[in-house]
C-alpha cells in the first residue's frame, strides 16, 4: 500500500476517532481513559513514514506521531500473501489492509495512553517487571 494511503487512513482514523470519542466513551469501557489523553495531547495530524527504526511510531518533541510504514507493511503481508494465492479477492484484501492499518495505530495509541512512548521505554519495563508483562500490555492494546 502506497505511503501516502496509509496516512490518509491515519489520518481518516485519527479524525473519526476525535469526532466519535465521546460515543465511543459511553459505549466502551475505559475508552476514555485509554485514548482521551493521546487524542487531546498529540492534535496534530498523524503522519506515516518509513522511519530508520524498528518502533512503531516515534513522537517528536513537539506532539506530532509518526507511524512507521515498515511496521504497518508487516502487517499487510499475510493478507498479501493470501491475495495473491487466490484465498483472498482484492476487495476484501483491500478492506483487510484498511482495518490492519487502523488496528495496529490503535494499539499504539494505547501505549503512548500507558507512557510506553520509546524504545528505551519499553526495555525499562521489560528489566523492571519482566517481558510478560510487555505481553499481557499488548494483549490489553
Do not use: W
Amino acid at each position: 500500500m502506497e505511503l501516502q494511503r496509509l496516512q490518509h487512513i491515519a489520518q481518516c482514523l485519527q479524525r473519526d476517532l476525535d469526532y466519535h470519542s465521546k460515543r465511543l466513551a459511553r459505549a466502551i469501557p475505559g475508552y476514555a481513559r485509554r485514548f482521551g489523553p493521546s487524542l487531546k495531547l498529540y492534535p496534530k495530524p498523524y503522519l506515516v513514514k518509513n522511519l530508520r527504526t524498528d518502533a512503531a511510531f516515534k513522537l517528536s518533541p513537539s506532539g506530532q506521531l509518526t507511524f512507521n510504514a515498515a511496521g504497518i507493511r508487516l502487517f499487510h503481508r499475510p493478507i498479501d500473501e493470501k491475495e495473491a494465492a487466490g484465498l483472498l479477492p482484492s476487495d476484501l484484501a483491500d478492506t483487510a489492509r484498511q482495518i490492519a492499518v487502523e488496528q495496529l495505530i490503535v494499539h499504539e495509541l494505547d501505549h503512548v495512553s500507558t507512557g510506553l512512548i520509546t524504545f528505551d521505554d519499553v526495555q525499562a519495563l521489560k528489566a523492571i517487571a519482566g517481558s510478560n508483562t510487555l505481553g499481557e500490555i499488548d494483549l490489553r492494546a
